[in-house]
């Protein structure tokens, strides 16, 4: 391992080269595969000898830009980083679709993985079991790898606790794991434990609530709102229109499954409606024949889908028909009349 540091000459100056929460320090360890510690005015590098070089060069680079009078955001300086770093996780120049590191089990999830694609806003609407959340997350992780965007947020409704998260204990990411475990699960079956817990220190990927998306504005990141059918309208567009610079937004849900209170409309259920026809909106639906979990699953849905469609059956001839008719209709069936 070698060592190597780079003064700075002022704070000004490590403030324009590492940018808001010193997310192109972060940036610079992911790329180059060092330790990079900032203290003292200096900057300290640790790694191996190539990509100590090669590190020390592009910071050197931008320093240059800073020193010689350029005004450069945070994004200028991050284009300088990303365009030396030659690693797949960072700025990669390779073209051609990006695909995920699971395979689709049915013609409807290849279909759905295209779309994503082909999409900056894309629904996915269906069962559960469906792969609807973790082939959004496969996506999203297949895209921070090849440097397509910067983030992956993850956000869902906590329909539960009414989104009043702030009584209680711990940080945001406590608070809301129960809502998020489904997310997290898919996470950790397709990152390494260890460097699942970097991104999410170093902020690469955020997992909030979705009333903490508020005011918020996502650029370069690739954002997922799960069980969007427990939205209200107005928190679907809130969710929608927080959507940035180069950013791509997967909703999915299961309008068959909505827990939010008597009265009040689903989000997902009106964004159907409403968004159809935009340009970059897509709407995906996946049925039980893509159900991919365990056989029972799939029964379990049929069951309750068949089930469903006889309630509103009897539900349509109990307000269509009145007083000795209403009894006399299941003797038509060959039902349990009296004689």
């Known amino acids: 391992m070698s060592e190597r540091t780079i003064p700075f000459r002022d704070l000004e100056e490590e403030r324009s080269l590492f940018g808001s929460l010193d997310r192109n320090l972060h ?33 050197e680079e931008a320093l240059g830009l800073i020193r010689g009078g350029r005004p450069l955001d945070a994004d200028a300086v991050e284009r300088v980083l990303r365009r030396r770093g030659g690693d797949g996780e960072g700025g990669s120049s390779e073209t051609g679709p990006v695909r995920p590191q699971v395979e689709p089990r049915t013609e409807n ?18 069962p559960a079991g469906t792969g609807k959340s973790f082939l959004a997350v ?32 711990g940080d945001m990411a406590s608070k809301v794991d129960p809502y998020l475990r489904p997310l997290y699960d898919a996470l950790h079956a397709l990152l390494p434990r260890m460097q699942l817990e970097r991104y999410i220190d170093e902020g690469v990927v955020e997992i909030l609530p979705l009333a903490y998306m508020r005011g ?59 968004l159809s026809g935009i ?7 996946l049925s039980k024949v893509d159900i991919v979990r365990h056989r029972v699953v799939a029964d379990v849905v049929r069951a309750y889908s068949r089930a469903d469609e006889n309630d509103r059956l009897e539900a349509k001839e109990r307000l269509g028909l009145g007083g000795d008719d209403r009894r006399a209709k299941p003797d038509q069936r060959g039902g349990r009349g009296t004689q």
């Open 138 to 169: 496969a996506m999203a992780v297949a895209y921070l790898k090849k440097g397509t965007f910067r983030r992956i947020i993850l956000c869902r409704p906590a329909v539960e606790a009414g989104e009043n998260l702030g009584f209680l204990p």
């Open 279 to 285: 340009d970059g909106v897509a709407f995906m639906h």
């Open 216 to 274: 918020r504005t996502l650029d370069h990141a690739c954002i997922i709102l799960d069980e969007a059918q427990n939205t209200t309208d107005t928190q679907m567009k809130m969710a929608l229109t927080r959507l940035g610079r180069n950013s791509k937004m997967i909703v999915t849900g299961d309008i068959t499954q909505i827990d939010l209170p008597r009265r009040v409309s689903s989000g997902l259920v009106r964004a159907r409606r409403v």
């Open 27 to 59: 940036l610079l360890r992911r790329l180059y595969k060092v330790d990079a510690v900032s203290r003292g005015g200096m900057l300290k590098l640790t790694g191996d000898p190539e990509a100590l070089a090669e590190a020390a060069r592009v910071v």
């Open 109 to 126: 999830q290849a279909k759905y993985l295209d779309v994503i694609s082909r999409s900056t806003i894309t629904f996915a609407i269906g």
